[in-house]
Nanobody, 126 residues
Framework: QVQLVESGGGLVQPGGSLRLSCTAS????????IGWFRQAPGKEREGVSC????????WHAESVKGRFTISRDNAENTVYLQMNSLKPEDTAVYYC???????????????????WGQGTQVTVSS
């Protein structure tokens, strides 16, 4: 069973940065599809950034392009989401995901991922 544990959330002022981490156990993520989703209060969960290492594909939601970067450290079996120029509308619970299956749904951050972390709160406020 794959377990994902997120960390790095918190309170940050608008314009600030945060880096979320997601450490996996139970499987090596080298060739997994990985992703970050978020859910704001009263809204549906949405895909933020997804990556499939086997084909080098990286997808970002339009709302975070140029501000967020997804990456992975295979040696540490850890996935990161670097978030810069944060806005109040980025406030949400952020979830790390992973799936051994690679297809167009995983590449484009559809919510078919098999494994999910428990989530970490990100609050952007002055």
């Amino acid at each position: 069973q794959v377990q994902l544990v997120e960390s790095g959330g918190g309170l940050v002022q608008p314009g600030g940065s945060l880096r979320l981490s997601c450490t996996a156990s139970g499987a090596t993520l080298d060739y997994y599809a990985i992703g970050w989703f978020r859910q704001a209060p009263g809204k549906e969960r949405e895909g933020v950034s997804c990556s499939t290492a086997s084909d080098g594909n990286i997808w970002h939601a339009e709302s975070v392009k140029g501000r967020f970067t997804i990456s992975r450290d295979n040696a540490e079996n850890t996935v990161y989401l670097q978030m810069n120029s944060l806005k109040p509308e980025d406030t949400a619970v952020y979830y790390c995901t992973a799936d051994p299956k690679i297809d167009r749904y995983r590449r484009t951050c559809r919510q078919f991922y098999a494994y999910w972390g428990q989530g970490t709160q990100v609050t952007v406020s002055s």
